[in-house]
T-cell receptor
Framework: TQLLEQSPQFLSIQEGENLTVYCNSS?????LQWYRQEPGEGPVLLVTVVTGGEVKKLKRLTFQFGDARKDSSLHITAAQPGDTGLYLCAGSLSNYQLIWGAGTKLIIKP | EAQVTQNPRYLITVTGKKLTVTCSQNMNHEYMSWYRQDPGLGLRQIYYSMNVEVTDKGDVPEGYKVSRKEKRNFPLILESPSPNQTSLYFCASRLQGAGNYGYTFGSGTRLTVV
């Protein structure tokens, strides 16, 4: 069974702090995607990383794909209340199979 | 606007009463999928379709049916719903290919079976 472990499961921090969310697996992925989901809505794609060691930035969000393509991290700098949500990672094993992490629930307090 | 449209958003039904949740996408995506999301269990794939008339089981297909007669539509059918199918359901679509394409998700259908 392929697993994608996300940590932490829950994180509550003050506005302005930095944070990092991790996704780890023993499987090698052809790509890894990060999504953000707000209550009552479907997940929205933030980024796809494809190459081992790749770093992508989206404003205050920095995404990194591990060199061996087994893990990834999401770093948020100076978190804002608008960053609140459920963050999901999903690793692609093949054309069709996507393995999902259980999610990190992030709350940013004003 | 590019989107995946699910209906209904909310549904309360009784055990055994057949229901259909509709899903339509306007992006000409080949690949469509149904997921259920339950607390602590994350997103679990129910069925997926790689193109018209091509469907296959995901991780939790029991109690569900799907069809793909047209590229844009991918309805989810519960022939005889049971309380353990109470969940939040998402339809999603993406381009076919190397698996690197991200999903576009619908807004979800919250189903309660009593």
């Amino acid at each position: 069974t392929q697993l994608l472990e996300q940590s932490p499961q829950f994180l509550s921090i003050q506005e302005g702090e930095n944070l990092t969310v991790y996704c780890n697996s023993s499987s090698v992925f052809s790509s890894l995607q990060w999504y953000r989901q707000e209550p009552g809505e479907g997940p929205v794609l933030l980024v796809t990383v494809v190459t081992g060691g790749e770093v992508k930035k989206l404003k205050r969000l920095t995404f990194q794909f591990g060199d061996a393509r087994k893990d990834s991290s999401l770093h948020i700098t100076a978190a804002q209340p608008g960053d609140t949500g459920l963050y999901l990672c999903a690793g692609s094993l093949s054309n069709y199979q996507l393995i999902w992490g259980a999610g990190t629930k992030l709350i940013i307090k004003p | 606007e590019a989107q995946v449209t699910q209906n209904p958003r909310y549904l309360i039904t009784v055990t055994g009463k057949k229901l259909t949740v509709t899903c339509s996408q306007n992006m000409n995506h080949e690949y469509m999928s149904w997921y259920r999301q339950d607390p602590g269990l994350g997103l679990r794939q129910i069925y997926y379709s790689m193109n018209v008339e091509v469907t296959d089981k995901g991780d939790v297909p029991e109690g569900y049916k799907v069809s793909r007669k047209e590229k844009r539509n991918f309805p989810l059918i519960l022939e005889s719903p049971s309380p353990n199918q109470t969940s939040l359901y998402f339809c999603a679509s993406r381009l076919q290919g190397a698996g690197n394409y991200g999903y576009t998700f619908g807004s979800g259908t919250r189903l309660t079976v009593v």
